[in-house]
């Protein structure tokens, strides 16, 4: 079955680039979106942005002057990029396999979300000097 | 849209039921509406989508409910493996997807 793996340094010094991958194995990119969420200390989730197998993306407006995330569909893996980093940016990172589907044409299309189905196990996150 | 979670802690028994609620600051769409298990040092689990649909492998202890802005998930019979943090989310607004605080169900 799909599996997810995120990596990348566990402390990160502040105001430099925060940099995760998320690695998919036993299935595809195409036609998935792939999330990154993270989740403060003793707090709640919080998504931050997703893209598209084909490279489209959208980012949470909160962080989206700071989050880029970016994918590799010939090594099967997507990464997050966030810059300018502080104290606050200290979380578990989690990316999260999101299926989305349209139906339908013109007038009629629709949309049908079916959930975050497949989750890496995190990747926790520092940021200090 | 915000979503908020009640209570914020349930304490219960095994074999007790529970009943979780979401309720969102105006009215969504049903097929936006998803439900999460997290439990410590986890990742959270998708348990419902589409507000009423379970997910793969998750017992039917589980079901969803709800239209409009109020939902409910209800979980008969908890299992010791069921007490957990439960959150609701929703798609479609700014951000794309926000998340409910969480419930957090105890052993009593």
Redesign the interface.
């Known amino acids: 079955q799909v599996q997810l793996q995120e990596s990348g340094p566990g402390l990160v010094k502040p105001s430099e680039t925060l940099s995760l991958t998320c690695t998919v194995s036993g299935g595809s990119l195409n036609n998935y979106y792939w999330?990154w969420i993270r989740q403060p200390p003793g707090k709640?989730?919080?998504?931050i942005g997703?893209i598209y197998f084909s490279g489209d993306t959208?980012y949470?407006?909160?962080l989206k002057s700071r989050v880029t995330i970016s994918v590799d569909t010939s090594k099967n893996l997507f990464s997050l990029k966030m810059s300018s980093v502080t104290a606050a940016d200290t979380a578990i990172y989690?990316c999260?396999r999101t299926v989305?589907r349209s139906y339908g044409s013109g007038t009629s299309r629709y949309?049908?979300?079916?959930?975050?189905?497949v989750?890496?196990?995190?990747s926790p996150v520092t940021v200090s000097s | 849209i915000v979503l908020t979670q009640s209570p914020g802690t349930l304490s219960l028994s095994p074999g007790e039921g529970a009943t979780l609620s979401c309720r969102a600051s105006q009215s969504v769409t049903n097929?936006?509406l998803?439900w999460?298990q997290q439990k410590p040092g986890?990742?959270?689990?998708?348990l419902?989508?589409?507000a009423s649909s379970r997910?793969?492998g998750i017992p039917d202890r589980f079901s969803g409910t709800g239209s409009g802005t109020d939902f409910t998930l209800t979980i008969s019979r908890l299992e010791p493996g069921d007490f957990a943090v439960y959150?609701c989310?929703l798609?479609?607004d700014?951000?794309?997807?926000?998340?409910?605080?969480?419930t957090k169900v105890e052993i009593k």
């Open positions: 999330s709640g989730l919080e998504w997703y959208n949470n407006p909160l989690y999260a989305l949309s049908y979300y079916y959930g975050m189905d989750w890496g196990q995190g | 097929t936006y998803t999460y986890q990742a959270p689990r998708l419902i989508y589409g997910a793969t959150y989310q798609y479609g700014s951000p794309l997807w926000t998340f409910g605080q969480g």
